[in-house]
């Protein structure tokens, strides 16, 4: 048996039999490969972004270098707050929102987005994409989740806590849900206009899940991210949802409604098929910092990782995104090393 | 039966009955306070550390304030690393060192630290604190656990990821292993000093263990605070473990050799009880945000993690410590809740 890289990776969000684990990492087009921050040092972050031609440059470039089975779209999980006008500004330490959620005025804002027009450029980088990728790879589309979204908007940035957002949940759980359901609608929209425009998979990305108690995803972040994936169920593509904090919220997580749950590693993925069954498929969970090891090292946590599932329904990936000091000839360690499984 | 502050907690600590839950709040005496801010313009904060009088003053603060049952002396996990010439500086961010870890020059200043004498100062505090501090309140003394304490050395401040460390010990696992134990010796050294400066309970604090991955917990973090607590084992003191990423690191962590578990809010505590037993007492782990939200919520809040416990074993406190926008309101309002409990 031998499979295309789209066939591999389809099958395996399906629980289907591989012929070897599909292979690719988040952030893989990323500040740590030399050639993006050529592109990087003449752009700034929303041109390259905004302009299908550039975002499609950034995401070709790991494809030259790793024999990866996936591409992912270049973009952001903060576009849909830079559409209502939240002035999303990319500096060390995070993004910063210059307009930072105030109340009730900006989700009547929110409501006014017209995804299909004000994120076209989304859809344009994906269709053009799809032209220049090789046939046989797999092409994710992505999102982020409404609660990591409301996070950054009502913090104004990056947060340790949370603390902004829990506090206006605690103080008016009203405003925190229309907020954050409002949200979700747009999720939805976008996710559905990258598929229109011809993303095999989609991805949602709950990247803040894990400042929250248990008790607070329950109640702020799974209903939400449910609304997500209630509006995209007729999408004839895997759905994927990323989560921060997985030993804290796996089984919920596992009943948002994806297909398959990509998780950090905070769990052992043995660990995690164990609390949620063998049907349900795994994506992740390779501590990144692993990839500054040595690559011997590297190779025997992969085939650690490929024993633990069994090899089967399970996307190799590291628990989050890639991060700048990463040397590319570990991230390469990394994917032969996948390869090297079949 | 009415019980004393230091019997109830004592008791609490043992798993022995109780009139009510104890409750004290980590970094109780802080920047949320305005009193401590007048104390902190006119001195620097190793200034506040190194002196018992100014020590015992901003230790004292949130017993003017709040019905708590314990002290916390107020010092800093950072007090070995300073002792060996890290050159620890406060900013804002967090703490850095203008000398991060270096290699094996490094690991012999950190054995040539004399504890007793370098760090005279947190026991001439606890001293100090004993003489001032009402008679019938418990004492805590501290210190920062191994793998937290080579994190701040090694990555030279606050990080997301320990990469620097990770990579360290994936390199180098004997030089990982030998810098780990050596701080062992000098925290058990400190923990020792300060019963015997009459601290009532002591705390290790394993601040970043949430960090690593459950495999890097067993073979980086465990291993050390073992040794931490082995070295203290006779002192006859309730010895207290507090860790970040309980939800990853729990069942690990209770093999520690402490008498007590300090965890986060990463998991709930009936959760951690049914997964540790009931012989194991707890202390934790309401979210320091709730103290943001209004008063009847922090009171709910607080009866129902006594529901969770059953009110044995339990000793009511944060999941972290308090930050500097909490309002000192919303403390009372937490304190007065665990104290309604009798």
Not at 180 to 196: C, M, S, T
Request: aromatic share 6%; glycine share 8%.
């Amino acid at each position: 048996m031998s499979m295309s890289s789209r066939e591999r990776l389809l099958a395996a969000c399906r629980n289907q039999p591989v012929d070897r684990p599909p292979v690719w990492l988040m952030r893989q087009a990323g500040r740590y490969l030399p050639e993006y921050r050529e592109v990087r040092a003449k752009h700034s972050f929303w041109e390259m972004v905004r302009t299908p031609e550039l975002a499609v440059e950034v995401t070709l470039q790991p494809l030259r270098r790793y024999a990866v089975d996936a591409a992912i779209v270049f973009s952001d999980i903060l576009v849909v707050p830079e559409a209502m006008g939240a002035g999303v500004v990319y500096g060390k330490g995070g993004p910063t929102m210059t307009r930072p959620f105030e109340g009730e005025d900006d989700i009547a804002r929110l409501a006014d987005v017209d995804v299909a027009h004000s994120l076209s450029y989304v859809g344009g980088a994906v269709r053009l994409l799809s032209e220049h990728i090789h046939p046989e790879l797999a092409l994710y589309g992505f999102a982020g989740a409404p609660l990591t979204l409301a996070a950054y908007m009502v913090e104004g940035g990056p947060s340790k806590d949370l603390r902004n957002l829990k506090a206006l949940a605690y103080r008016d759980p009203d405003m925190a849900r229309r907020l954050l359901f409002g949200l979700a609608d747009k999720v939805a929209d976008l996710l559905r206009l990258q598929v229109e425009a011809g993303a095999d998979v989609i991805q949602v990305f709950d990247s803040w899940a894990g400042l929250l108690t248990p008790d607070d995803y329950s109640a702020l972040a799974l209903p939400a991210v449910r609304r997500v994936f209630a509006r995209v169920a007729d999408l004839p593509v895997p759905k994927v949802l990323y989560l921060r904090g997985a030993a804290s919220h796996l089984t919920k997580a596992a009943t948002a409604g994806a297909d398959v749950l990509s998780i950090d590693q905070s769990i052992r993925l043995d660990h995690a098929r164990a609390l949620l069954g063998p049907e349900v498929p795994l994506q992740g969970n390779m501590d990144a910092a692993e990839l500054l090891g040595p690559h011997d090292r590297i190779r025997c946590q992969v085939q650690d990782q490929a024993a633990q599932t069994g090899g089967r329904g399970w996307i190799a990936n590291l628990g989050q995104g890639l991060v700048p000091d990463i040397p590319p000839d570990g991230v390469k360690a990394y994917v032969d090393a996948v390869v090297e499984l079949g």
